[in-house]
């Protein structure tokens, strides 16, 4: 069956960073677009960054522009999220996304909290 395992997640200092992983299979990866997505307590979910399937293009909200990046290993059925210099304001469970024209996936989450 379909499983998106996310890793990586923490607690780390303002100003630190962590490296998210999202293992996938039960479906065919190198044909999703991949998305890191975020949901704060009292907030909606919002994308946080995408990734193409052949990963040549890429986007990210304003709010990490410059300090988080998205990558994928199709190989390894694997999309990642670096993130640096993180801020408070980063603090949210951290969702994979794979979609497709055809399937919507979503993995269970991994919490991100950034306090000193």
């Known amino acids: 069956q379909v499983q998106l395992v996310e890793s990586g997640g923490g607690l780390v200092q303002p100003g630190g960073f962590l490296r998210l992983s999202c293992a996938a299979s039960?479906?065919?990866?190198?044909?999703?677009?991949m998305g890191w997505y975020r949901q704060a307590p009292g907030k909606e979910r919002e994308l946080v960054a995408s990734i193409s399937s052949a990963g040549s293009a890429t986007n990210y909200a304003d709010s990490v522009k410059g300090r988080f990046t998205i990558s994928r290993d199709n190989p390894k059925n694997t999309v990642y999220l670096q993130m640096n210099t993180l801020k408070p304001e980063d603090t949210a469970v951290y969702y994979c996304?794979?979609?497709?024209?055809?399937?919507?996936?979503w993995g269970q989450g991994t919490q991100v909290t950034v306090s000193s």
């Open positions: 039960g479906f065919t990866f190198s044909s999703y677009r």
């Open positions: 996304n794979a979609r497709s024209w055809a399937a919507h996936y």
